[in-house]
Each structure stands twice: as C-alpha cells, then as structure tokens.
C-alpha cells in the first residue's frame, strides 16, 4: 500500500477510542510506533480547525483536510437516495444536499468549502473526483447499493 492509502487508512484512528482527543491522541499512538513524522503530520492536520491547530501545507495534507469532510456528506447523500449507493450519485445531487444545513449536520461545508479551494480546485469538479473515486471501492465501503 502506498503513503497516500496508508495515511487514508489510519487517519481516524484515535476517533472511536478517543473522540476528545481526536487528531491529538494519534500523535502518540504513532510516535510510539515510529511512524515517519510526515505521515504524522498529514494524520493530524486533517483535523485543522475542528481538532487540530496543525495546518494543511503539503499537497496530500490538503487533500485530506478538504476530502474528509466531502467524503462523508457524499456517503450521507448516497445512503438517503433509493439505490444507497454512490454507483448513480450525480454531483448535483451532493451540492443540493451540502446547501442543506439540516442535512448530515455533522459535515462542516466550510471545510469543504476552504479545503478545495486551498486545492486550486472547483467544487463541483473535488465532488466529481471523490464520488469516482468512492466508486472504485463502493463495495469495500458499504455504498455499492442495489446498482449494478
């Protein structure tokens, strides 16, 4: 597995164990484990402004920062359409459901919002690459649905 999985594997490690002390628990956990401090930092500063006062500055900690959040509101979407799958999930869709603060209010839009544009990035175009990218492992993240 490449750094980029690696990182996206383990970045919520410390989240079910330690919910308060997400993105600080980690740390340490890793430290002790000896992982390199660049992975380390990518882990920790997805959580930038919610539980972290480490930054984004690499391109994959931007990355990771912005897709986080988006991933969870485009598996929010997926699950409330008939199909519950991300197989036949259209971008409008996700930005229709991002404009309602109701919906999946857990997902903090303007994390979104700021991490793709931190990304040189259009949203519709960061929405577009995460829905296929979510695709290509819909099955192994529960959101294949009754599309074939």
Known sequence: MDKWGI???????????????????VRSILKEENWP????????????????????????????????ELTGLINATALMRPSKSVMDLEVKSVVKKMKSKGF????????????????NMELNQAIDE????????????????TVS
């Open 7 to 25: 990182i996206g594997l383990v970045h919520d490690l410390d989240y079910e164990m330690y919910p308060e002390e997400h993105c600080k628990k």
């Open 37 to 68: 401090e660049s992975y380390i930092r990518a882990i920790v500063s997805h959580g930038w402004k919610l539980c972290s006062d480490v930054e984004p500055v690499e391109r994959m900690e931007n990355v990771l920062y912005a897709i986080d």
């Open 104 to 119: 999946a209010a857990g997902v903090n839009r303007e994390v979104i919002i700021e991490g793709v544009q931190r990304l």
């Open 130 to 145: 995460t829905i296929k990218g979510m695709r290509k492992v819909a099955e192994e993240i529960g959101l294949k649905g």
